[in-house]
């Protein structure tokens, strides 16, 4: 059974920087992409960034683009969303999640098409 659990959310102010970590385990890691979500209160669940680990190609969300960084450490089966220039409205609670297919898919999807979700992270940017 896959696994997924992310840490290193927390509080900062406006302009400040975080780094999210997601460590995956119990599926083959590199068949399939990883992806980051956020919500906020009140708000539907929205894409903010997926990298396929064969080849480390990435795709963001245009609200966080220039910003945002998704990386990863293969041999630690690991994702990682490092996060510059923290706005007030980035706020929310960040999970990653696992692609249900495998293969590049070259797209930030929807959420239904993500079967195994972590228990969320929580980020707050104070202005």
């Known amino acids: 059974q896959g696994q997924l659990v992310e840490s290193g959310g927390g509080s900062v102010q406006a302009g400040g920087s975080l780094r999210l970590s997601c460590a995956a385990s119990?599926?083959?890691?590199?068949?399939?992409?990883l992806a980051w979500f956020r919500q906020a209160p009140g708000k539907e669940r929205e894409g903010v960034a997926t990298?396929?680990?064969?080849?480390?190609?990435?795709i963001y969300a245009a609200s966080v683009t220039g910003r945002f960084t998704i990386s990863q450490d293969k041999a630690k089966n690991t994702v990682y969303l490092e996060m510059n220039s923290l706005k007030p409205e980035d706020t929310g609670m960040y999970y990653c999640?696992?692609?249900?297919?495998?293969?590049?898919?070259?797209?930030?999807?929807?959420?239904?098409?993500?079967?195994?979700w972590g228990q969320g992270t929580q980020v707050t940017v104070s202005s």
């Open positions: 119990g599926y083959t890691y590199s068949r399939y992409s």
């Open positions: 999640a696992k692609h249900t297919f495998p293969g590049n898919w070259r797209r930030l999807a929807t959420p239904e098409n993500y079967d195994y």
């Open positions: 990298i396929y680990p064969v080849d480390g190609s990435t």
